[in-house]
């Protein structure tokens, strides 16, 4: 068994030690996984934009590999998220993984190589038990949650599920069945766990109030951001599947990363699935998210002044939610819209940045394109695939060709929504934020559904 809590920063330490301890359960990593990965595709987008019902569809795929959630929680584990980064931000270059400690090498490496797969089509028990306390282990990493016995309660909860069928709500999935009765459990024993925290249903939420803008941050120190992600069945990739698959990657903060990752991943071809989507409308989502209960990703030194956000809860003026842009600083004090339209702005002008060498290989998706009509989704998902060297058939072409449910979604997606705050979101796209967003192709307003 690897230990890297002796090498790790203060603070993860126990975390580590934790996490070591299921690591037999999960079983063996793939050796040099960055070196084995043939292929890494980065889903670029802003927060709000879009990208998490993207990659959701693109899962239904048997042809790529993703992980299960987002790849911050790696980089926090790594010392890589700020402020341990010392950046000042979000943001990482080539250098910083070239500078990579061993220990820090060794973290990444192995928790993305036993993350990284596809939508298992049956259930490895053992491996599914193992991942749900992993992943419970990460999101409540405050808490006193011992690792062994944690694994246990899952697999109590997972083999008397097929008793559930008066207590789960309509659509819920065996695993969300099985991850509310852990928290149930864990709940029992005083611990402040709570399902309002995760991407599910409300009518999964058993009886608890709906929290409005009432709930703090699910703890002080956080390494996988809310709404958290339920661990499913899992096939872990192999050897060969690093070899021949790519490997989607999607974390919009990721923008600022593009060149550690290819840092990262020095043996793999490189490709940029750019995805756009108008600034009103992702400014609007932006909005939603901060005023959500969820999406703390940075806990800040000084508190923040940001008008519209800190009032509406005492805890607020500790937490920077979403992406953390270099040149943050000069948004703690503004207005809650200016901050996300400083977050839209900020996302794209680093992609486009990346962008301007001509040997990146990249393709652009807008959103828009996305959801106009099951045809123009069609449409898109046939140019996308052909891209990707993969077949639009099975299971991802139903998905396709008749959507998803909303993922990590705020409020009911329609058109025009942004239109009810057009007073706050208008005058706080600038000329900045104007530009960048006729560099998109979004110079007609009129069009910004």
Same mark, same amino acid.
């Given at each position: 068994?690897?230990?890297?809590?002796?090498?790790?920063?203060?603070?993860?330490?126990?975390?580590?030690?934790?996490?070591?301890?299921?690591?037999?359960?999960?079983?063996?990593?793939?050796?040099?996984?960055?070196?084995?990965?043939?292929?890494?595709?980065?889903?670029?987008?802003?927060?709000?934009?879009?990208?998490? +019902?993207?990659?959701? &569809?693109?899962?239904?795929?048997? @042809? !790529?590999?993703?992980?299960?959630? =987002?790849?911050?929680?790696?980089? /926090?584990?790594?010392?890589?998220?700020?402020?341990?980064?010392?950046?000042?931000s979000d943001a990482l270059g080539a250098e910083h993984a070239a500078a990579l400690e061993p220990w820090a090498r060794s973290v990444l490496a192995e928790e993305m190589a036993r993350d990284a797969g596809s939508?298992?089509?049956?259930?490895?028990?053992?491996?599914?038990?193992?991942? +749900?306390?992993?992943? &419970?282990?990460?999101?409540?990493? @405050? !808490?006193?949650?011992?690792?062994? =016995?944690?694994?246990?309660?899952? /697999?109590?909860?997972?083999r008397a599920r097929p008793h559930r069928r008066s207590t789960g709500a309509p659509g819920e999935s065996d695993e969300a069945w099985c991850l509310l009765a852990v928290l149930e459990e864990l709940s029992g024993r005083g611990l402040p766990v709570d399902p309002r925290y995760y991407d599910l249903p409300k009518e999964a939420q058993r009886g608890y109030p709906a929290p409005g803008t009432g709930l703090r941050a699910p703890g002080d120190f956080l390494v996988e951001e809310p709404p958290f992600v339920v661990a499913r069945p899992w096939r872990r990739a192999d050897l060969a599947d690093l070899r021949d698959k790519p490997l989607v990657v999607k974390t919009p903060s990721n923008a600022y990363r593009l060149h550690f990752l290819r840092s990262l991943f020095p043996q793999a071809r490189f490709r940029v699935l750019h995805l756009t989507r108008n600034p009103a409308a992702a400014v609007n989502g932006l909005y939603d998210g901060w005023r959500h209960h969820g999406f703390h990703a940075h806990r800040m030194e000084k508190p923040l002044g940001i008008h519209g956000y800190v009032e509406h809860h005492e805890d607020n003026q500790w937490w920077w939610k979403f992406d953390l842009?270099?040149?943050?600083?000069?948004?703690?004090?503004?207005?809650?819209?200016?901050?996300?339209?400083?977050?839209?702005?900020?996302?794209?002008?680093?992609?486009?940045?990346?962008?301007?060498?001509?040997?990146?290989?990249?393709?652009?998706?807008?959103?828009?394109?996305?959801?106009?009509?099951?045809?123009?989704?069609?449409?898109?998902?046939?140019?996308?695939?052909?891209?990707?060297?993969?077949?639009?058939?099975?299971?991802?072409?139903?998905?396709?060709?008749?959507?998803?449910?909303?993922?990590?979604?705020?409020?009911?997606?329609?058109?025009?929504?942004?239109?009810?705050?057009?007073?706050?979101?208008?005058?706080?796209?600038?000329?900045?934020?104007?530009?960048?967003?006729?560099?998109?192709?979004?110079?007609d307003r009129s069009e910004w559904r």
């Open positions: 068994m690897t230990t890297h809590s002796v090498s790790a920063p203060q603070g993860l330490g126990t975390l580590h030690r934790r996490l070591d301890a299921l690591r037999p359960l999960r079983g063996p990593a793939v050796p040099d996984f960055l070196g084995g990965v043939g292929e890494v595709v980065v889903l670029a987008c802003s927060s709000r934009g879009g990208s998490s +019902m993207v990659a959701e &569809l693109l899962r239904y795929s048997r @042809e !790529l590999l993703h992980f299960q959630a =987002e790849t911050n929680p790696f980089l /926090r584990l790594a010392g890589l998220g700020h402020p341990e980064s010392r950046t000042g939508a298992a089509l049956e259930c490895d028990e053992n491996q599914l038990c193992a991942d +749900m306390a992993w992943r &419970l282990i990460v999101q409540w990493p @405050e !808490l006193p949650l011992e690792p062994l =016995e944690l694994v246990e309660t899952v /697999r109590r909860a997972w842009p270099p040149g943050w600083e000069e948004y703690a004090g503004a207005s809650l819209a200016e901050v996300c339209a400083f977050q839209w702005r900020s996302t794209h002008e680093a992609v486009l940045g990346h962008l301007s060498d001509a040997s990146v290989d990249r393709m652009t998706v807008r959103f828009e394109d996305l959801t106009a009509s099951p045809a123009s989704r069609i449409a898109s998902f046939e140019k996308l695939s052909a891209w990707l060297g993969i077949s639009l058939t099975g299971d991802f072409r139903r998905a396709v060709h008749h959507g998803i449910r909303p993922v990590v979604a705020t409020a009911r997606p329609r058109e025009w929504r942004w239109k009810e705050r057009a007073a706050l979101i208008e005058p706080a796209i600038d000329r900045k934020t104007a530009d960048t967003a006729e560099r998109l192709g979004y110079g």
